[in-house]
């Protein structure tokens, strides 16, 4: 037994030892009840809000506007306040978008056309609809953009990553400085939103066969892997040469495993075909009419399998059980990335992934009950009614603005 033990068993020393245990929890119980009960004051809820959605305190006259608002009834218009510190669009989003820009999914890496794209679309989500973000003919920059110095930021370029980096090290205003544009390097007609920036060929179309593009938009944008939307009853018809169907020489792998990925993918990734991103001039590459030689790769493998002569793609997951992921009202089918990227945001599943994606960054957890699902399914329906991401964060931060149980 410790000395602390023994003191407290014995004598008139433990006594004192133990009275004082008790008051310790006394003190520390009635501060938990009354730092629950100051929780429910509209200033600390206002703080709480703003720091979710901005990082940093509020000001004093912010604080109080903020707190007027919720005392008013009116907590997400106090979230919209919180919204206008530029810490929202320079730190919040930017972490929240920056892992959808790179394989590795990490947060630490340089702001680039992708991440500002989004910052920008968020920005201006009065003019411009999110469900655009893997169709349109857009990019956010800041060319013009000037440090204290003087020293004006390189231009926005399709070959490097110059401008964006400049901007971020020189702690350029997000908020104020960027601007809508359309993109460089492939046609208006080949365009798919973020799909179609820099960053995102140089991280998904560089190299292998275009299915990465696929399942990093899968991923980030649907919420779900391949391991998830997994559907051995489609018909695997367009899966391409280069998938074994008997790896290891048991065709039962293909059968039970492989085609389950393969059998949706394939056809959809076929919307890629024309795309290359070219490591020796750095920028995205895209041959109308030609699909890349990285189609017809190791096509001995499976030399039956399906040859590629277009990008014509095709949702096989209109049927079985992937239909559930709520598929918009589209032909299901069409040519080139930017119909394909319409088909994605069209469903049901890409509103709910944006929403459950902006209820954990602002309530620093995943929908975890039954109040938190419902919400998040309330949020998606409104979401899809005019595709505004600020009222989605505002209102999301104002039902977290209580600690969770």
């Known amino acids: 037994m410790g000395i602390a033990q023994r003191i407290f068993m014995a004598g008139s020393a433990g006594k004192a030892y133990r009275q004082l245990v008790a008051a310790i929890f006394v003190i520390v119980g009635t501060a938990t009840l009354f730092g629950n009960v100051a929780l429910a004051d509209s200033r600390d809820q206002a703080k709480r809000i703003h720091d979710r959605l901005a990082g940093v305190p509020p000001t004093a006259t912010v604080l109080e506007e903020m707190a007027g608002h919720i005392d008013g009834g009116d907590a997400n218009a106090a979230a919209m306040v919180a919204m206008d510190n530029p810490n929202f669009y320079n730190v919040t989003l930017k972490n929240w978008a920056t892992p959808w820009t790179n394989r590795e999914q990490t947060v630490f890496a340089p ?109 980030n944008h649907m919420c779900n892997d391949l391991e998830q939307v997994k559907d051995t009853t489609r018909s695997p018809d367009r899966v391409r040469q280069d998938v074994s ?52 790769i190791n096509g001995e493998t499976f030399s039956p399998g399906y040859v590629t002569p277009d990008d014509q793609w095709d949702n096989y997951w209109r049927e079985g059980p992937n239909s559930a992921l709520g598929w918009g009202s589209g032909a299901g089918s069409g040519r080139g990335a930017k119909s394909m990227g319409e088909e994605l945001a069209n469903s049901h599943v890409f509103a709910a992934c944006q929403v459950k994606k902006a209820f954990k960054m602002v309530c620093l957890r995943d929908p975890a009950n039954s109040g938190d699902r419902s919400k998040v399914e309330t949020l998606t329906n409104s979401f899809q009614t005019d595709y505004q991401m600020k009222p989605v964060f505002a209102e999301a931060a104002a039902y977290c603005m209580e600690p969770a149980d």
């Open 111 to 219: 702001l680039n056309d992708y991440t500002a794209t989004v910052i920008g679309m968020i920005r201006d989500d009065d003019q411009v609809s999110f469900d655009q973000l893997l169709s349109a003919n857009i990019v956010y920059h800041a060319n013009g953009a000037r440090n204290d110095n003087g020293e004006t930021a390189p231009p926005y370029s399709a070959s490097n990553n110059a401008h964006y980096e400049w901007l971020e090290n020189n702690g350029i205003d997000l908020s104020t400085a960027l601007t809508r544009a359309t993109q460089l390097g492939v046609p208006d007609a080949a365009t798919a939103g973020v799909m179609t920036t820099r960053a995102a060929a140089a991280a998904f179309f560089v190299a292998g066969t275009n299915r990465a593009m696929f399942r990093f938009t899968l991923l």
């Open 245 to 296: 169907r008997s790896p290891g020489g048991d065709s039962r792998l293909f059968l039970n495993n492989c085609v389950g990925c393969h059998a949706g993918m394939d056809p959809m990734a076929q919307a890629f075909a024309y795309y290359q991103f070219n490591e020796g001039s750095g920028q995205i590459e895209y041959t109308d009419g030609i699909v890349q030689p990285k189609y017809f």
